[in-house]
């Protein structure tokens, strides 16, 4: 590399030493011509620019400057390059947004994981939170609150940040004619308990109430590990309980039209509010629940969805097991250390005693799943995917799963904290019981996120209770993407959901 180095430095340097001598000095580039005395002319020019004051001297000095720079600049590019393939890590092969999904996931990668260890190391896990939380603002489409409004929502609807019962809010209140319907929309929002703000959902939002024309109250709960469970899902109890409160001139909102809608996390909040209002047989009354890409259960870390990823989108920055972990641990108050992130992922936080509950167990069952889903083994079809399949029950690892197959053994100290979680249906609503009542659900699931099966099984679940279920899957459509700008995969489960809207709450 050195030889190489200085040898491409003296080759551009004679190169353009040469270049120069023929821009400024043509006749002297082009060598003697004519009589002696004019070859004795052009011998005493060579031997003036030869000299150390001459101008041969200058184009000398420069034409080594600008070779060395250029050997930096090659090298320069050299590293990028190796970087760039160093850094690469594939996408699912059809996944939509796919050039904007690619530069999102790789900022995120590069910050989110890999400085958010660095930091997780030298501050601690909260400081990697925080600093999560930070970047999510770099990649959501977020402006300042006068320019939005003046850009966006001015002439249509009225978007303000005001607080309802103790808790912030943002409001969504579309002007004049453009409001069809005294019905509302509460919203909760993602990002795991522990990030996000109703103001990275300002486009989808926005979109929504224009389509429905109705209100959008959006929660801006309190987050953790700062706030833990059960702060978040009462403040937005409280909130939903002062709109069937608040005489209908501050809202112009029909208590009785009230639907309630989250993704992810926020999604967990809206199942489990819904089934604390049916067991409660009092309180607010909810039209509709809609639940996009939600999470409903921590039982399972190794779920089909899980092994997709691993197997078509391992190491990415999109939605991760060590990332969904960890902000699950600190949603519940329990020390988010690798360690213990490491042995959840492998399911070793499940005690014996859940483990050997065959009701509990039937419930995250694959075999409830939907035939050909990405993830399971039985989509390989033919000799060959049957003999793949055995030597991964053989190997115990699969060629991209970085996590055994096999069943480890529980850790006592972990599995003893996590057992009053797993069995909550304030935590875990798929373990809810007696769901017969409970109001209709739209649950929209995407195909590249791991917490696709969950939302699969939460609707055969409700289902199993006749609990009127509409199941949206989106294949191509990946965890987040509310929050993606200009994105036809987003408008059109923003038009299934407003569709759904006009059918539940407007028009019944």
């Known amino acids: 590399m050195l030889s190489f180095f200085v040898t491409s430095r003296h080759l551009y340097g004679d190169f353009l030493v040469e270049l120069f001598s023929k821009l400024f000095c043509?006749?002297?580039?082009?060598?003697?011509?004519?009589?002696?005395?004019?070859?004795?002319?052009?011998?005493?020019?060579?031997?003036?620019?030869?000299?150390?004051?001459?101008?041969?001297?200058?184009?000398?000095?420069?034409?080594?400057?600008?070779?060395?720079?250029?050997?930096?600049?090659?090298?320069?590019?050299?590293?990028?390059?190796?970087?760039?393939?160093?850094?690469?890590?594939?996408?699912?092969?059809?996944?939509?947004?796919?050039?904007?999904?690619?530069?999102?996931?790789?900022?995120?990668?590069?910050?989110?994981?890999?400085?958010?260890?660095?930091?997780?190391?030298?501050?601690?896990?909260s400081a990697r939170n925080k600093l999560s939380r930070a970047l999510s603002l770099l990649t959501f489409p977020v402006f300042p609150r006068w320019l939005f409004r003046w850009l966006f929502a001015a002439h249509w609807c009225d978007v303000r940040d005001e607080s309802i019962a103790g808790v912030p809010c943002r409001l969504y209140v579309p002007k004049g004619d453009k409001r069809r319907h005294n019905g509302a929309v509460v919203f909760i929002h993602g990002g795991g308990w522990c990030i996000g703000k109703p103001r990275y959902y300002d486009g989808a939002l926005l979109c929504l109430s224009w389509k429905?024309?109705?209100?959008?109250?959006?929660?801006?709960?309190?987050?953790?590990?700062?706030?833990?469970?059960?702060?978040?899902?009462?403040?937005?109890?409280?909130?939903?309980?002062?709109?069937?409160?608040?005489?209908?001139?501050?809202?112009?909102?029909?208590?009785?039209?009230?639907?309630?809608?989250?993704?992810?996390?926020g999604a967990n909040l809206c199942a489990v509010i819904c089934q604390r209002y049916l067991k409660a047989r009092k309180g607010p009354t909810i039209r509709c629940q809609?639940?996009?890409?939600?999470?409903?259960?921590?039982?399972?870390?190794?779920?089909?969805?899980?092994?997709?990823?691993?197997?078509?989108?391992?190491?990415?920055?999109?939605?991760?097991?060590?990332?969904?972990?960890r902000w699950c641990l600190m949603y519940l108050g329990i020390d988010?250390?690798?360690?213990?992130?490491?042995?959840?992922?492998?399911?070793?936080?499940?005690?014996?005693?859940?483990?050997?509950?065959?009701?509990?167990?039937?419930?995250?069952?694959?075999?409830?799943?939907?035939?050909?889903m990405p993830g399971e083994e039985e989509r390989m079809c033919g000799v060959e995917g049957e003999e793949k399949g055995r030597e991964t029950q053989r190997n115990g690892r699969s060629k991209h799963n970085k996590i055994k197959e096999e069943a480890l053994p529980e850790d006592d100290e972990l599995s003893k904290k996590m057992a009053p979680f797993l069995t909550n249906p304030d935590i875990c609503p798929l373990v809810g019981k007696n769901l017969e009542g409970l109001c209709p659900a739209m649950i929209c699931t995407a195909g590249v996120d791991i917490l696709r099966d969950e939302g699969i099984l939460y609707a055969q679940r409700l289902r199993q209770f006749g609990v009127a279920v509409e199941w949206k899957h989106y294949e191509y459509a990946y965890h987040g993407i509310l929050n993606m700008c200009k994105s036809r995969q987003r408008l059109r489960i923003l038009t299934d959901i407003s569709e759904y809207l006009q059918r539940t709450l407007i028009d019944s």
Not at 225 to 243: G, H, M, S, W, Y
Not at 343 to 365: F, G, T, V, W, Y
């Open 336 to 372: 988010p250390s690798q360690r213990n992130i490491r042995k959840i992922a492998q399911n070793r936080h499940l005690s014996k005693q859940i483990s050997e509950d065959e009701e509990l167990m039937a419930l995250i069952d694959e075999r409830n799943l939907p035939p050909g």
């Open 212 to 265: 429905v024309g109705i209100p959008i109250i959006s929660i801006d709960y309190s987050l953790s590990p700062e706030a833990k469970f059960p702060t978040a899902l009462l403040q937005c109890e409280r909130v939903i309980a002062e709109l069937n409160k608040v005489p209908f001139s501050t809202y112009g909102i029909d208590p009785t039209k009230i639907a309630l809608m989250g993704d992810s996390a």
């Open 290 to 325: 809609i639940l996009v890409y939600p999470l409903i259960h921590m039982l399972n870390f190794r779920s089909p969805s899980y092994r997709h990823f691993y197997q078509s989108y391992p190491g990415t920055g999109l939605l991760n097991p060590n990332l969904l972990i």
């Open 26 to 125: 043509p006749a002297e580039a082009n060598g003697p011509k004519g009589t002696a005395n004019d070859k004795m002319a052009h011998y005493q020019q060579q031997q003036s620019l030869n000299k150390p004051d001459s101008f041969g001297l200058f184009l000398s000095v420069l034409s080594s400057l600008i070779g060395m720079a250029l050997c930096w600049l090659f090298l320069f590019i050299f590293i990028l390059l190796l970087l760039l393939v160093a850094l690469h890590r594939p996408l699912p092969a059809r996944i939509a947004d796919r050039r904007k999904i690619a530069l999102f996931e790789f900022l995120m990668r590069l910050f989110n994981e890999y400085l958010g260890s660095l930091v997780e190391i030298a501050a601690g896990h």
